[in-house]
């Protein structure tokens, strides 16, 4: 029984539409795809902090930065690396 009523009710009833309608959804659906771009920039500079956070960590531990201090063998001497290599 009170299913037929719902459904009368669902089938008098309109929707009335104003003349801007579809310049606010167009409006809106513009207005949401900017903040993609913001994710992006912060992104992109937490990778750059990130970087310069590891890059003041080698410079703190080795007091230098190069290649070697970033790959950890900074404290290996050069007559020594032949020796390693035949345990590769």
């Not at 659906?29 to 903040?35: G, N, Q």
């Not at 990130?50 to 410079?59: E, F």
């Not at 230098?64 to 950890?72: M, P, S, V, Y």
Request: net charge negative; proline share 1%.
């Amino acid at each position: 029984m009170k299913d037929k009523l719902l459904q009368d009710l669902l089938l008098k009833q309109q929707y009335i539409f104003g003349d801007n309608f579809s310049d606010l959804v167009m409006y809106s659906i513009h207005e949401t795809s900017a903040p993609i771009v913001k994710h992006l920039s912060w992104f992109v500079s937490g990778i750059a902090a990130s970087l310069l956070i590891c890059a003041a960590v080698v410079y703190l531990q080795d007091g230098q930065l190069n290649i070697d201090a970033f790959l950890g063998i900074s404290s290996l001497q050069n007559d020594t690396l032949n020796e390693l290599s035949l345990y590769l």
